[in-house]
């Protein structure tokens, strides 16, 4: 509006409590997801893969449930009574449809003729400490067991509880899974003080996912909307200022999500930081138009005339800020992550909300509060340092860019030694229960990581034919020695016992038969005489000619796991035909892939990002000049911050991938203020260094200021328990203090070399529409 009054103040105040009324009716669409498999695509190969194993063995999403006794082994009464109480209970888990342990393991043995199928320990059994260990000294034999449900010490087992998860409800199945095993493990507990329980498993890793969504929702975003409204008070020296930010900050993250709500997006864990990053891009625009407003008010204009300047002087650089960021927010749809791309489509809309609320908003609620002049504050202090850095990038400015750009190209390089990894458990810090779990368990008894195999036999082959067998055997036998394999679970194992069980346990038969028919014979017996839910259907394919064969493997990067897939893969492709062997799939193999997609995806989207920035920048303030000037300040600050993250701490995961393309359209907005002061006051006259010394001067308080509060709501972000946003809020905010000191720097020196050819083109005739440069 050219002109506020209060009557059209009161007309934007209705639009804008019409808008958050919709906004506020988006919010009940917005769910939550907290499926990991979320962070793929639907075209993503390895997602492909997994579910084309999933859909004919069924899921492999567990609730693993480890008991750990205090003093001795698991071979004692109260320990196997617990297990068996809870592998009972275990049944009635929601969405279940498979329990193993240790206690009905299915053991085998020949009785006359007669193959005897029955659960390893009964309750019979428990006071039999004779017997119990002998069970003991055969479990430790058994590999269908040990490094799986027995730890090789005797000392912890696990139950597995397999389970069926729909696509629709996925997120309140897992947290009534959840809730179900916390429940009963916080009873079981008071009754079994001597023992140690602890969950995990996919199930209790996709319910911490949820944790962290709202932990970072519930505690971080209220955390950084006082600091930054409380610091906004204390700059400003204005309570109603302070309301006013909070207003628009929080109208800004309403209407962001609301939109998210209507258009069918769900929260997950790294778009639940879109709400804190709003809150730090929608502060800025605000506090400077609030700024030049209360300095109008002090000068002595009237409100309306103090609103009405502000804008002019403002509008502008708020609406290129504004546009570039949500630009550099926008190229984060490269990723090839959808949780990504709704982080960046919901913070682009925040601050898009952000800018016409500061220009319609903002000065249509200060038209109708109260207006007084603010106490002044000198704010000179910083005026003299901040000319003197713009005077002395103007000395020998070529040295000076030269001296910066190889610098920050010596630290930049070292970009190189940053790892791509990802380590799918390790994304939840040591406060997340399942966190200390997967710990325990990886220390203890097993490993959470796996990778399956899809194996067929040559055309015409059944999986019980003695050649597949033995080649199978083969492979898990050098698997086994493989560095990194924990467990191997393989139908070779069954064959192995149930012929050994067929000569009454002779130990030198505990081998594969060669008899193609007794083979088949024996697998169907054993099949038909397994109760009901414990069948091989897991691991046998319906019409026989497939089976699945999972590796469980012990702690390593996502580098690491790789590599292992590649290795075991070799040794697969050794004795099978390629079309005979799937690719090795697993939720923490598409998650230790995705880096590396992410990280090519993403190049492409700074670039193109920067293009666009740049273009805008040129097109907006009527300079291909500038635009090109401003392409330096704003790709070094993320290369230089990749560097000092290799030097210091060396990976990089799926969220450190988005982090150029996301910080470019936001260190790009102290760019904008620098360029377009010393735009305007080359338009008002000035020669070439006092426009220069004019800009840095003017613009650095409100420069720096800006990024102090920008870091600081992205290290709020660095506290976060999820390390996902962790590192990005970290990163980020490195990149931000980065930026600041390449702006104050580098644009000065910058704009002194490239503008001589401007000064010589001062003596030419110019017509009004020519391009500036």
């Not at 944790?211 to 400003?236: F, H, K, N, W």
């Not at 546009?323 to 990723?335: C, D, K, Q, Y």
Request: with cysteine.
């Amino acid at each position: 509006m050219k002109k506020w009054t209060k009557p059209r103040a009161l007309l934007a105040l209705v639009g804008w409590l019409c808008i958050m009324a919709l906004a506020f009716v988006g919010l009940g669409k917005l769910g939550l997801n907290n499926d990991y498999k979320v962070f793929f695509s639907d075209d993503n190969p390895d997602l492909i893969a997994f579910e084309s194993i999933e859909e004919k063995y069924n899921s492999n999403d567990s609730v693993l449930i480890v008991l750990h006794p205090k003093s001795g082994d698991v071979f004692q009464e109260n320990v196997l009574k617990a297990v068996m109480e809870l592998t009972e209970y275990a049944w009635q888990t929601p969405h279940s449809y498979r329990v193993d342990s240790l206690t009905n393991y299915q053991y085998t043995h020949a009785q006359n003729d007669d193959l005897i199928v029955e659960d390893f320990v009964n309750t019979n059994q428990l006071i039999d400490t004779e017997l119990l260990a002998e069970k003991k000294a055969y479990a430790l034999k058994q590999p269908e067991l040990v490094n799986r449900y027995l730890a090789q010490d005797a000392n912890s087992t696990a139950i597995n509880v397999l389970v069926r998860l729909t696509t629709e409800g996925q997120s309140e199945e897992v947290r009534e899974i959840a809730q179900f095993w916390q429940d009963k493990i916080a009873e079981t507990q008071t009754r079994y003080p001597d023992v140690q329980f602890y969950l995990t498993g996919q199930v209790m890793q996709n319910d911490a996912f949820g944790e962290a969504t709202q932990r970072d929702m519930g505690s971080l975003v209220p955390g950084a909307l006082l600091l930054i409204v409380i610091g906004t008070g204390i700059y400003l020296r204005s309570l109603w200022s302070s309301v006013v930010v909070t207003l628009t900050i929080i109208s800004s993250i309403f209407i962001a999500l609301g939109a998210a709500g209507w258009l069918g997006m769900a929260i997950t864990s790294p778009s639940a930081s879109a709400p804190l990053i709003i809150l730090t891009m929608a502060v800025a625009d605000c506090i400077h138009y609030l700024q030049g407003y209360k300095h109008a008010l002090n000068k002595g204009e009237t409100k309306l005339v103090a609103l009405q300047q502000s804008m002019e002087k403002h509008r502008l650089p708020i609406i290129l800020t504004s546009l570039t960021t949500a630009v550099g927010f926008l190229s984060m749809n490269f990723s090839d992550s959808p949780p990504f791309n709704d982080l960046g489509n919901i913070t682009a809309m925040g601050v898009i909300a952000a800018m016409f609320l500061t220009l319609f908003f903002v000065p249509a609620l200060l038209a109708v509060l109260p207006a007084r002049k603010s106490k002044v504050v000198k704010r000179s202090g910083l005026a003299k340092p901040l000319e003197a850095i713009a005077r002395w990038a103007m000395v020998k400015p070529g040295l000076k860019i030269a001296v910066v750009v190889l610098g920050g190209g010596v630290i930049a390089a070292n970009l190189v030694r940053n790892d791509i990894d990802d380590t799918l458990f390790e994304y939840f810090d040591e406060s997340y229960a399942v966190r200390q779990a997967n710990d325990f368990t990886y220390a203890n008894l097993t490993g959470v990581a796996s990778i399956q195999y899809a194996i067929r036999p040559e055309q015409g082959e059944l999986i019980t034919s003695p050649d597949f067998l033995h080649k199978l055997d083969q492979f898990v036998q050098q698997a086994r020695q493989t560095e990194g394999v924990y467990h191997i679970q393989s139908l070779t194992d069954i064959m192995k016992r149930l012929n050994s069980s067929l000569h009454n346990d002779e130990a030198g038969e505990y081998r594969l038969t060669s008899d193609p028919e007794l083979s088949a014979q024996t697998l169907l017996l054993y099949d038909m005489s397994l109760p009901y839910g414990l069948n091989l259907s897991n691991q046998v394919a319906l019409d026989k000619k497939e089976l699945r064969v999972i590796v469980t493997a012990k702690k390593m990067s996502s580098n690491d796991l790789i590599a292992l897939e590649s290795t075991l893969r070799s040794q697969l492709l050794g004795l099978f035909p390629e079309s005979s062997v799937s690719p090795g799939v697993s939720a923490d193999i598409m998650f230790a892939h995705i880096g590396y997609r992410n990280n090519v995806s993403m190049l492409t989207a700074s670039a193109a990002a920067l293009l666009v920035i740049s273009f805008l920048i040129g097109l907006i303030l009527r300079s291909v000049r500038l635009g090109v000037i401003s392409i330096l300040p704003n790709i070094l600050p993320a290369s230089i911050a990749f560097g000092l993250w290799g030097l210091s701490i060396g990976e990089v995961g799926l969220s450190l991938s988005v982090i150029a393309s996301m910080t470019l359209g936001i260190v790009v907005d102290d760019t904008i203020h620098l360029l377009y002061r010393y735009h305007t006051s080359r338009k008002e006259g000035k020669s070439e260094e006092e426009s220069i010394v004019t800009a840095v001067r003017e613009t650095g308080l409100a420069i720096i200021g800006t990024t102090i509060v920008l870091s600081a709501g992205f290290f709020v972000l660095a506290s976060s328990s999820f390390k996902m946003n962790a590192d990005m809020g970290l990163m980020t905010a490195i990149t931000i203090i980065i930026a600041l000191v390449l702006d104050l720097l580098l644009i000065p020196a910058l704009l002194k070399v490239t503008g001589k050819s401007a000064k010589a083109a001062q003596h030419k005739p110019q017509t009004t529409n020519r391009l500036i440069y």
